[in-house]
């Protein structure tokens, strides 16, 4: 047999204030990001307002893009080059219902003569548009968030649910930091990674809430902390080597999926880092602070 | 094997081959060299001329009716949404509009040939339009969104329009001055605060420069918001700019307000070349009317010989022609400054009737076809690498059992790829990370129990008793991890849009698949293996 991690005996709980300490200052990082950022960077699919995305060959300097786009009368637009040579995205607004791509690949096509400008990609999205898909955006999250509450809840106990969320938001709101750290849209894609993660994150919270159930039962000696070392211990093999391949097709998609899937790998990559880290320590250490806690009140209560 | 063990093979062997029998199309479809493919997307039964044709071509329509779909974010493609203007209309109108308007713009779409377009109707008044493959998008755009409310009505004579911009005139005089009647002595701009702003020619059809059209439009616009300013004529645009002595000019006409005739009398309508002697090959449409039409039109052309009759498209003239004598087979012809294209599009819309209502794009997504070749090429080879990775790993970790989770791997995406054929779902983008995710839950499933049968093998179990404890203990974690992401990707489903559906889509059918294979199967697999050898050890 070749494993790895076998036979572990990590007192993981007597570590937990350093994870909580940990964890604050990712999220502080996140809330000190998302400040200075104005918030998350909602792309053309919340804000409403056009994209363009053009390849030119043989390829132009970027300021060359950018003062095309200025003459076609689209000045304040964002151009970004892409990681082919050529490739670039303009976001941009849409004036009295006129689409600019026409506009603008026409103006880059005269100032280059001898290149070819190719159209690639055009998305124009309305302002009533782009909030309306905010608002189904947040109703799909808070409805997906409500239904695995629930669920683990009639499963196990609300002091575990109140752990399983806690780490889902933990994971999640990181995620959205290191987006926003790196200067990355929200996009309706980023969006699904967001909600994969939120999935990953509680399949792995369940898997070790699960195992400290049945050790729970087979262990009722042991102390509370000591049944959750021993479940993480033996559920551990496990989350790593899940985590491990789901980390390989993460990163596969990564670095050789394309522009498209970029921004979708990315946040995946940061979830399912976070999304282990924190349904061993978050999730587990969150359950037993509560159950800890409800203790004291009870002998406090029984001393009276 | 036991009973129920045959079953399960059975049942295994009946799933993998309807498995491969509805991807059969999928596979056949995508692996015809790309121009051969494009033949089969194009292909239009209805179009054939003989009846081997016709065989040939509904063969290629099944194909491609029963291969999955590629997103147009994988093959290319536009996705328009509109919403329909009803605020205009009484509420029974409002409801019929949008149907209306959904099935002429189904007719313009079918006669512009797109291959497989999609017109769904969303909400109360929105209709989004999908039209994959290569295509002319502004073209496509011009086509679907045009109103193409074709009226005939009749150019004023120089007295009335005379009459009306008199009066014009002193309306806005009267504005200027807070009601009072304007000064003789003050300058002409005063006096004639409308007029003062077009070169007239004649007083039915004046020439207004484009430095001054936006002032005169905004007057245009604030007569007609006034209910108290009533009129039987009104003021029509050219639907074309003039050069007047170098500079920039559009006509406006005065016309009649209520329409003689309507479009909806138009029988058909055809792009010709050679309707104007003037300019040859000079593009235009030529039309015929229905007989109900032709009668009436040959009324209105009898009763106003020398008038000039108005062709107006959109509330813009097209043309206005001298009725020379009356017409009584009910041809027309509309011509103006069109291009080729410009006029084809005319002839389709005139063909399949006006929109009852204008109509505004408020969503638009293109994508050009080599940016999906482009991401479908990096998608697959991405989500290959992915994959194989994950393979290699598993086979290396857990030898022979990885190979069964392998194989249960391998099933899984077959069971997801034929479900999606069978509800002619449509892979996107979104879809392949689905698919990619679903690997993940699949792996995982198979990892919660090879680590669990281990753990039982640690503990002195026997092999049998070992794989029989690990499955069921496995089993409830499974479960429970399945349900939780299964109740997420649903909430997805039910209130996402777009891309994050066709992502819970896959992801939920992958997982219900997963819950097949990885447990059941990969389970037979293993019972077979160890019952039948009476394994005393297991690779694992």
């Given at each position: 047999?070749?494993?790895?991690?076998h036979?572990?005996?990590?007192?993981?709980?007597?570590?937990?204030?350093?994870?909580?300490?940990?964890?604050?200052a990712c999220?502080l990082?996140s809330?000190?990001?998302?400040?200075?950022?104005?918030?998350?960077?909602?792309?053309?699919?919340?804000?409403?307002?056009?994209?363009?995305?053009?390849?030119v060959?043989?390829?132009?300097?970027?300021d060359?893009?950018?003062?095309a786009?200025?003459?076609?009368?689209?000045?304040?637009?964002?151009?970004?080059?892409?990681?082919?040579?050529?490739?670039?995205?303009?976001?941009?607004?849409?004036r009295?219902?006129?689409?600019?791509?026409?506009?603008?690949?026409?103006?880059?096509?005269?100032e280059?003569?001898g290149?070819?400008?190719?159209?690639l990609?055009?998305?124009?999205?309305?302002?009533?548009?782009?909030?309306?898909?905010?608002?189904?955006?947040?109703?799909?999250?808070f409805?997906?968030?409500g239904?695995?509450l629930v669920?683990?809840?009639?499963?196990?106990?609300?002091?575990?649910?109140?752990?399983?969320?806690?780490?889902?938001?933990h994971d999640v709101?990181i995620?959205l930091?290191?987006?926003?750290?790196?200067?990355?849209?929200?996009?309706?894609?980023v969006?699904?990674?967001?909600?994969?993660?939120?999935?990953?994150?509680?399949?792995?919270?369940?898997?070790v809430?699960?195992?400290?159930?049945?050790?729970s039962?087979?262990l009722?000696?042991?102390?509370?902390?000591?049944?959750?070392n021993?479940a993480?211990?033996?559920t551990?093999?496990?989350?790593?080597?899940?985590?491990f391949?789901?980390?390989?097709?993460?990163?596969?998609?990564?670095t050789?999926?394309?522009?498209?899937?970029?921004d979708?790998a990315?946040?995946?990559l940061?979830?399912?880092?976070?999304g282990t880290?924190?349904s061993v320590y978050?999730?587990?250490?969150?359950?037993?602070?509560?159950?800890?806690?409800?203790?004291r009140?009870?002998?406090?209560?029984?001393?009276? | 094997m036991?009973?129920?063990?045959?079953?399960?093979?059975?049942?295994?062997?009946?799933?993998?081959?309807?498995?491969?029998?509805?991807?059969?199309?999928?596979?056949?479809?995508?692996?015809?060299?790309?121009?051969?493919?494009?033949?089969?997307?194009?292909?239009?039964?209805s179009?054939?001329?003989?009846?081997?044709?016709?065989?040939?071509?509904?063969?290629?329509?099944?194909?491609r009716?029963?291969?999955i779909?590629?997103?147009?974010?994988?093959?290319?493609?536009?996705?328009?949404?509109?919403?329909?203007?009803?605020s205009?209309?009484?509420?029974?109108?409002?409801?019929?509009a949008?149907?209306q308007?959904m099935?002429i713009?189904?007719n313009?779409?079918d006669?512009?040939?797109v291959?497989?377009?999609?017109i769904?109707?969303q909400?109360?008044?929105?209709?989004?339009?999908?039209?994959?493959?290569?295509?002319?998008?502004?073209?496509?755009?011009a086509?679907?969104?045009?109103?193409?409310?074709?009226?005939?009505?009749?150019?004023?004579?120089?007295?009335?329009?005379?009459?009306l911009?008199d009066?014009?005139?002193?309306?806005f005089?009267?504005?200027?001055?807070?009601?009072?009647?304007?000064?003789?002595?003050?300058?002409?701009?005063?006096?004639?605060?409308?007029t003062?702003?077009?070169?007239?020619?004649s007083?039915?059809?004046?020439?207004?420069?484009?430095?001054?059209?936006?002032i005169?439009?905004?007057?245009i616009r604030q007569?007609?918001a006034?209910?108290?300013?009533?009129s039987?004529?009104?003021?029509?645009?050219?639907?074309?700019?003039?050069?007047?002595?170098?500079?920039?000019?559009?006509?406006?006409?005065?016309?009649?307000?209520?329409?003689?005739?309507?479009?909806?009398?138009?029988?058909?309508?055809q792009?010709?070349?050679?309707?104007?002697?003037?300019?040859?090959?000079?593009?235009?449409?030529?039309?015929?009317?229905?007989?109900r039409?032709?009668?009436l039109?040959?009324?209105?052309?009898g009763?106003?010989?020398?008038?000039r009759?108005a062709?107006?498209?959109?509330?813009?003239?097209?043309?206005?022609?001298?009725?020379q004598?009356?017409?009584?087979?009910?041809q027309?012809?509309?011509?103006g400054?069109?291009?080729?294209?410009e006029a084809?599009?005319?002839?389709?819309?005139?063909?399949s009737?006006?929109?009852?209502?204008?109509?505004?794009?408020?969503e638009?997504?293109t994508?050009?076809?080599?940016m999906?070749?482009?991401?479908?090429?990096?998608?697959?080879?991405?989500?290959?690498?992915?994959?194989?990775?994950v393979?290699?790993?598993?086979?290396v970790y857990?030898?022979?059992?990885?190979?069964?989770?392998?194989?249960?791997?391998?099933?899984?995406?077959?069971?997801?790829?034929?479900?999606?054929?069978?509800?002619?779902?449509?892979?996107?983008?979104?879809?392949?990370?689905g698919?990619?995710?679903?690997?993940?839950?699949?792996?995982?499933?198979?990892?919660?129990?090879?680590?669990?049968?281990?753990?039982?093998?640690?503990?002195k179990?026997t092999?049998?008793?070992?794989?029989?404890?690990?499955?069921a203990?496995?089993?409830?974690?499974?479960?429970?991890?399945?349900?939780?992401?299964?109740?997420?990707?649903?909430?997805?489903?039910?209130?996402?849009?777009?891309?994050?559906?066709?992502?819970a889509?896959?992801?939920?059918?992958?997982?219900?698949i997963?819950?097949?294979?990885?447990?059941?199967?990969?389970?037979m697999?293993?019972?077979?293996?160890?019952?039948?050898?009476?394994?005393?050890?297991?690779?694992?």
């Amino acid at each position: 047999m070749f494993q790895i991690l076998h036979g572990v005996n990590v007192d993981w709980m007597r570590r937990r204030h350093i994870a909580f300490l940990f964890s604050g200052a990712c999220v502080l990082v996140s809330i000190v990001s998302l400040i200075m950022h104005g918030g998350p960077r909602y792309g053309v699919d919340f804000t409403g307002g056009a994209l363009v995305e053009i390849l030119v060959t043989p390829p132009v300097h970027a300021d060359a893009v950018r003062a095309a786009v200025d003459h076609a009368g689209y000045r304040g637009s964002e151009i970004q080059e892409l990681s082919r040579p050529g490739q670039f995205l303009i976001r941009t607004e849409i004036r009295a219902g006129q689409n600019p791509a026409p506009a603008i690949v026409q103006a880059v096509s005269t100032e280059h003569p001898g290149a070819k400008v190719e159209r690639l990609r055009y998305e124009s999205v309305g302002p009533r548009v782009g909030s309306e898909l905010r608002g189904a955006a947040i109703k799909a999250i808070f409805f997906a968030l409500g239904f695995i509450l629930v669920y683990v809840g009639i499963r196990y106990d609300w002091r575990y649910s109140l752990g399983a969320v806690a780490a889902l938001f933990h994971d999640v709101f990181i995620t959205l930091g290191a987006l926003s750290l790196m200067n990355k849209e929200i996009t309706l894609t980023v969006v699904a990674a967001l909600l994969t993660i939120a999935g990953y994150s509680i399949n792995d919270t369940i898997v070790v809430f699960d195992r400290i159930r049945e050790r729970s039962r087979t262990l009722r000696r042991e102390t509370p902390a000591n049944v959750m070392n021993i479940a993480i211990n033996e559920t551990l093999s496990r989350t790593i080597i899940t985590s491990f391949t789901v980390f390989l097709t993460v990163m596969a998609l990564y670095t050789l999926g394309g522009e498209v899937i970029h921004d979708f790998a990315f946040a995946m990559l940061v979830g399912v880092v976070f999304g282990t880290y924190s349904s061993v320590y978050v999730a587990s250490g969150l359950a037993l602070e509560v159950q800890l806690w409800l203790e004291r009140a009870g002998q406090g209560q029984r001393k009276k | 094997m036991t009973r129920s063990d045959q079953w399960k093979f059975y049942l295994t062997v009946v799933f993998v081959l309807a498995s491969l029998w509805t991807l059969l199309p999928t596979f056949q479809f995508y692996s015809l060299p790309a121009k051969e493919r494009q033949v089969v997307l194009q292909a239009r039964p209805s179009e054939a001329t003989t009846e081997a044709e016709r065989l040939q071509l509904e063969k290629y329509a099944k194909l491609r009716e029963k291969a999955i779909k590629l997103g147009l974010d994988l093959q290319g493609g536009m996705y328009l949404l509109l919403e329909v203007d009803t605020s205009k209309l009484g509420p029974v109108e409002a409801k019929n509009a949008v149907d209306q308007a959904m099935q002429i713009i189904r007719n313009r779409v079918d006669q512009f040939g797109v291959a497989e377009p999609s017109i769904q109707r969303q909400g109360v008044n929105r209709i989004l339009i999908q039209l994959p493959g290569l295509l002319d998008q502004e073209r496509a755009k011009a086509l679907i969104g045009q109103t193409a409310l074709l009226e005939f009505k009749l150019v004023k004579t120089e007295e009335e329009s005379k009459a009306l911009y008199d009066r014009i005139d002193a309306y806005f005089a009267r504005r200027l001055r807070g009601g009072a009647a304007p000064d003789s002595a003050a300058p002409d701009s005063v006096q004639h605060p409308f007029t003062s702003k077009l070169l007239a020619s004649s007083h039915s059809e004046a020439v207004v420069l484009s430095e001054n059209i936006p002032i005169v439009e905004a007057m245009i616009r604030q007569l007609k918001a006034d209910s108290t300013f009533t009129s039987d004529a009104q003021l029509a645009w050219d639907s074309h700019d003039t050069d007047v002595s170098g500079r920039t000019a559009r006509g406006l006409y005065v016309v009649s307000r209520d329409a003689l005739m309507k479009g909806s009398e138009v029988a058909s309508a055809q792009m010709r070349l050679d309707l104007d002697a003037t300019r040859p090959g000079a593009p235009g449409v030529s039309f015929n009317l229905t007989s109900r039409g032709g009668a009436l039109f040959g009324d209105i052309t009898g009763s106003n010989v020398g008038r000039r009759l108005a062709i107006v498209l959109d509330g813009r003239i097209q043309s206005a022609p001298n009725i020379q004598e009356k017409i009584p087979r009910g041809q027309g012809s509309i011509t103006g400054n069109f291009t080729e294209e410009e006029a084809q599009n005319l002839a389709i819309v005139l063909r399949s009737g006006a929109l009852p209502a204008p109509v505004n794009v408020i969503e638009e997504r293109t994508i050009g076809p080599s940016m999906g070749q482009d991401s479908i090429d990096r998608g697959i080879h991405a989500g290959a690498v992915g994959a194989l990775l994950v393979v290699f790993f598993m086979i290396v970790y857990y030898r022979v059992s990885g190979v069964v989770a392998v194989v249960a791997l391998i099933l899984n995406i077959l069971g997801l790829l034929a479900c999606m054929a069978g509800f002619h779902a449509t892979l996107t983008l979104p879809g392949i990370a689905g698919i990619v995710l679903t690997i993940g839950m699949a792996v995982d499933t198979n990892v919660l129990i090879f680590e669990r049968i281990r753990e039982e093998l640690r503990n002195k179990r026997t092999v049998l008793a070992a794989i029989e404890t690990g499955y069921a203990r496995a089993y409830r974690t499974i479960i429970d991890a399945h349900v939780t992401t299964l109740l997420s990707s649903f909430a997805l489903m039910w209130f996402g849009t777009g891309p994050i559906r066709g992502f819970a889509i896959t992801l939920s059918i992958g997982l219900i698949i997963n819950l097949i294979t990885a447990v059941g199967i990969s389970k037979m697999i293993f019972d077979a293996w160890s019952v039948r050898r009476k394994l005393s050890s297991i690779s694992i």
